[in-house]
């Protein structure tokens, strides 16, 4: 029952002013004065615990401003690397940033001539837990397709690790020509496929 209410209710009882001076008295009163205060304090700390989880957590469903240098790490082959580093795959330059929702992912900066400083696998499976959204990696067999009765080798192009439309899950799709790619001396690219043209029915990868 609200204090707007019970004066209300005594007022219309009695019919009369005093009753009502009387019950805004109590409202006012050293009783009331020191419930407001206390409301007043439980509201702060409130404010002040919303305030460190917001900074600590960051708020759900709420856009990032902007990268954090403490933030979660980009993955890269299984390896950590922290908000702003910057490393070199490919002849390319990758930063590791947080986007727009606070999600970890790696920006290509550009071509760059400096040799590779991290691991570069290829696009062996699935990038979940390997690789943050925005690596680049030379395709390999696991990324095989079909187009009619033709077989199409996942090493002739380069895969970029993305997420679906639900931003939860990882995916490889194709970017650009394997070309593109700059193995360092001594790298391998990946080899052909064990797969043929005899396992594509229809479009579909028997």
């Excluded at 950590?80 to 727009?100: E, K, L, T």
């Excluded at 071509?111 to 290829?122: A, D, F, K, L, R």
């Excluded at 895969?159 to 593109?180: C, E, H, K, M, Q």
Aim: charged share 15%; with cysteine; hydrophobic share 35%.
């Amino acid at each position: 029952m609200s204090l707007g209410r019970i004066g209300h209710r005594s007022d219309a009882r009695v019919g009369g002013p005093h009753m009502k001076e009387a019950v805004m008295s109590g409202i006012n009163g050293p009783v009331s004065r020191r419930l407001r205060a206390g409301i007043r304090t439980a509201l702060c700390a409130l404010a002040a615990l919303a305030a460190v989880t917001t900074t600590g957590l960051g708020a759900t469903g709420v856009p990032a401003a902007h990268a954090d240098a403490t933030g979660m790490p980009c993955l890269w082959a299984g390896n950590n690397y922290r908000q702003g580093q910057v490393v070199y795959a490919g002849g390319f330059a990758f930063s590791c940033h947080m986007d727009a929702f606070g999600v970890p992912r790696w920006n290509k900066d550009g071509g760059s001539g400096h040799h590779s400083t991290v691991s570069n696998p290829g696009a062996v499976g699935n990038p979940a837990g390997s690789f943050s959204p925005g690596a680049w990696q030379p395709g390999t067999s696991y990324n095989d397709y079909c187009v009619g009765d033709q077989l199409i080798e996942g090493r002739t192009d380069i895969y970029a690790a993305v997420t679906d439309n639900s931003g939860l899950f990882l995916y490889w799709r194709s970017v650009g020509p394997i070309s593109w790619w700059n193995f360092d001396a001594g790298a391998r690219p990946p080899s052909a496929s064990w797969r043929s043209s005899s396992l594509c029915r229809d479009g579909e990868l028997t």
